[in-house]
């Protein structure tokens, strides 16, 4: 099993459209969990922190499923700007890093 | 407050030349890590160090590559006798004293290996 798996997409939206992202992680002694955002050819952005079993900021909500080991991300009322590759990785454990899945690309269109 | 600075934004080799980037963290980050991003694939791991010390190299190439960070000057990727599969984006990112990681990226050294 890969360490940090995500579905790669790509998710084509209509604008105000909800979509959801899961991420599934194996190593079980992971803390933390990030959702990272990046755009084409640029560097990777911290999106939202789960520390516990959620967050919410704004149209953005992260949930944490430890017993199932996945991580979801939802975005509501989706805008022309959400348009990128979301990264998802789960911190903590044996490792001092950040181990990033594959990224999931989201479209959304006019 | 600068952010993560990474230099050279570009840059050009030949097969069998040597790379060298550099990275300075954001102040008062005391952990940098480096990835790797292939066109069209995930980061990828490669290092994690502080001052004066390698933390983590689980993630890099077992040759020719190499990775410093300094107790004075920035943190250094050292890649010798290129080839054309080094051809990649290399991120570097920094964190607090305090690792929570939470991971400010740099704005990434594009290597192209002619």
């Known amino acids: 099993r890969k360490e940090v798996e995500q579905d790669p997409g790509p998710f084509n939206v209509p604008e105000g459209a909800t979509v959801a992202f899961n991420c599934t992680y194996s190593?079980?002694?992971?803390?933390?969990f990030f959702w990272y955002r990046q755009d084409c050819r640029k560097e990777p952005k911290l999106l939202m922190s789960?520390?516990?079993s959620g967050n919410e900021d704004g149209r953005f909500t992260a949930q944490l499923n430890r017993a199932s080991q996945y991580i979801s991300l939802l975005i509501r009322d989706s805008k022309l700007s959400d348009s990128a590759t979301y990264l998802c990785?789960?911190?903590?454990?044996?490792?001092?890093?950040?181990?990033f899945g594959k990224g999931t690309k989201l479209s959304v269109k006019p | 407050n600068a952010g993560v600075m990474q230099n050279p934004r570009h840059l050009v080799r030949r097969r069998g030349q040597e790379a060298r980037l550099r990275c300075s963290p954001m102040?008062?980050?005391?952990?940098v890590y480096w990835y790797r991003q292939l066109p069209e694939e995930g980061l990828k791991f490669m290092v994690y160090?502080?001052?004066?010390?390698?933390?983590?190299e689980s993630g890099m190439p077992k040759e020719r590559f190499s990775a410093e960070f300094p107790k004075e000057g920035p943190s250094i990727l050292r890649i010798q006798q290129v080839v054309r599969g080094d051809s990649a984006a290399y991120f570097c990112?920094?964190?607090?004293?305090?690792?929570?990681?939470?991971?400010?990226f740099g704005e990434g050294s594009r290597l192209t290996v002619l």
């Open positions: 990112a920094s964190s607090p004293v305090t690792e929570t990681g939470e991971l400010f």
């Open positions: 190593n079980s002694a992971s803390q933390s």
């Open positions: 789960v520390y516990s």
């Open positions: 990785a789960p911190f903590g454990g044996s490792q001092g890093n950040l181990i």
């Open positions: 102040k008062g980050h005391s952990h």
């Open positions: 160090l502080q001052k004066e010390n390698i933390i983590d």
